[in-house]
């Protein structure tokens, strides 16, 4: 009896830990997410600002314990033996090879100024867009341009300098990334039948498609002789043809064309 309880028993797969942490931390995200965008716009670039400074702070100490060891190694001529413009020269490599506080300050000051900026602009423009991108990327290179004490000492002026090379590399950027994220012009004309292909298990014919022009348009006008023509065996050719006449609005489709 002990033995037949036993082997009637069932042994529930143990999760992974760490898929287990990762759900719970996708949970409170999406929880997270859904309770700021109730908040009021203050409220939320607020959130936004703080959230993503403390992000950046951890970022820029980490960075700032690499570039110690070279900064500490530098010799510090003595001011009073340097022009402006060598002053102004130093002063720049100070706020990029600091250490870890002042690299912490920077990068907070940078994602966060970022970061409220394209709240704010997304909370007004209801989009997210290159103008938007630059618009932040502007306030993130003025303020930190004024925070770390770069330049000579036109404060504004290099403010202004910082914050519009911010703005054209972070342009550049958005604008590269749009180009590689969507997909080619003419793939947009066959993701039906892509999705067709892929559920009849028939990927593999879908640059038959390409060369005989069959974009999505054509699919409720498919025959057999046009997908003979572009070489498609009889097999797989049933099969498109029998998925036409089971997907309602592809059928639909049909008979308004004739």
């Not at 911010?166 to 990334?177: D, E, P, R």
């Not at 006008?221 to 065996?233: E, F, G, H, N, Y």
Request: charge should be positive; glycine fraction near 10%; include cysteine.
């Amino acid at each position: 009896m002990e033995r037949g309880k036993e082997q009637g028993m069932v042994v529930m797969p143990q999760q992974n830990p760490l898929e287990q942490l990762q759900a719970k931390f996708k949970e409170v995200e999406t929880s997270f997410r859904g309770w700021l965008a109730k908040q009021s716009l203050p409220v939320e670039a607020a959130v936004v600002t703080t959230t993503s400074a403390a992000q950046g702070a951890a970022i820029g100490a980490f960075m700032g314990t690499l570039t110690n060891d070279v900064s500490s190694s530098l010799p510090t001529p003595p001011q009073a033996s340097l022009d402006p413009q060598a002053m102004a020269s130093l002063k720049q490599a100070q706020a990029l090879s600091g250490g870890p506080l002042i690299q912490a300050r920077n990068f907070a000051v940078m994602t966060g100024v970022n970061a409220g900026i394209s709240c704010v602009m997304k909370r007004l423009r209801g989009k997210e867009d290159v103008q938007s991108s630059m618009v932040a990327a502007f306030g993130s290179g003025a303020m930190f341009s004024l925070v770390s004490g770069m330049g000579g000492p036109n404060q504004i002026a290099n403010a202004a300098t910082s914050g519009l090379f911010f703005a054209l590399v972070q342009g550049g950027l958005f604008q590269l990334g749009q180009k590689f994220s969507q997909p080619p012009a003419e793939d947009i004309y066959y993701s039906r039948t892509r999705s067709m292909l892929s559920s009849l298990g028939l990927q593999n014919y879908e640059k038959n498609f390409k060369k005989g022009l069959l974009t999505d348009n054509t699919l409720p006008l498919l025959t057999d002789s046009a997908l003979r023509d572009v070489k498609i065996p009889p097999g797989p050719r049933l099969l498109i043809l029998d998925h036409i006449q089971r997907d309602p609005e592809l059928k639909e489709k049909q008979g308004r064309r004739r």
